[in-house]
């Protein structure tokens, strides 16, 4: 039996920490982030979209995606931006799936699920477990407005357009509290694992 953990958290809650702890242990992990930088190059069926939808000026002159112009486009319409996620999000959960299926095949006792918007998306049919990267908010808020160097107004404009922190929180099946040192999340992660049934080779 393979059990399939959905790994999410909020921005600024530092998931990605807790991913490379896997990664690290060599623990199969799907990102859905790397999933959407792989299906939009050259020749993929979302890029052909893409480019069908928003025209050659999202291009490089090489042919590849220029994402930025592609983001200047959708970041200031909403209705651009409901295309461009119809036709990446099939895509990606597409790709996912297969990458998910084919692990479950392999018999692999874990593989991770790295989904940042799993909430929201609401994905939760995809997992068995779901795991949340959890930090309280004034920490999250701290943590955005020093490393992305921007105001605490801006900051929490990009923390509020995602469900809040304390929600996930309250609806995970584990828990892992981001707020201390590497060292404390790991034991906390171990101590799900081993409640989960899991070994990993540290």
Avoid: C
């Amino acid at each position: 039996m393979t059990l399939v953990v959905g790994l999410t958290g909020s921005i600024a809650t530092g998931k990605s920490t807790i991913s490379n702890m896997f990664v690290q242990w060599s623990v199969p992990v799907i990102d859905a982030d790397k999933i959407s930088r792989e299906v939009v190059q050259v020749g993929e069926e979302a890029y052909e979209q893409i480019v069908a939808t928003f025209g050659r000026e999202v291009l490089r002159e090489d042919g590849t995606l220029n994402r930025e112009a592609l983001g200047n486009i959708v970041f200031k319409d909403e209705e651009e931006r409901k295309k461009l996620n119809n036709i990446m999000h099939p895509q990606i959960r597409k790709r996912m799936l297969q990458k998910r299926d084919q692990y479950v095949e392999n018999k692999e006792p874990l593989v991770v699920m790295d989904i940042p918007l799993l909430f929201e998306s609401e994905l939760f049919h995809y997992v068995d477990q779901v795991l949340v990267v959890y930090v309280d908010p004034d920490i999250q808020l701290d943590r955005l407005t020093k490393r992305d160097e921007i105001s605490a107004e801006k900051a929490l404009e990009r923390i509020n357009s995602q469900i809040p922190i304390t929600k996930k929180r309250d609806r995970a099946d584990a828990i892992v509290n981001n707020g201390g040192s590497v060292e404390e999340s790991e034991e906390q992660l171990m101590a799900i694992l081993n409640r989960w049934g899991i070994e990993v080779n540290t």
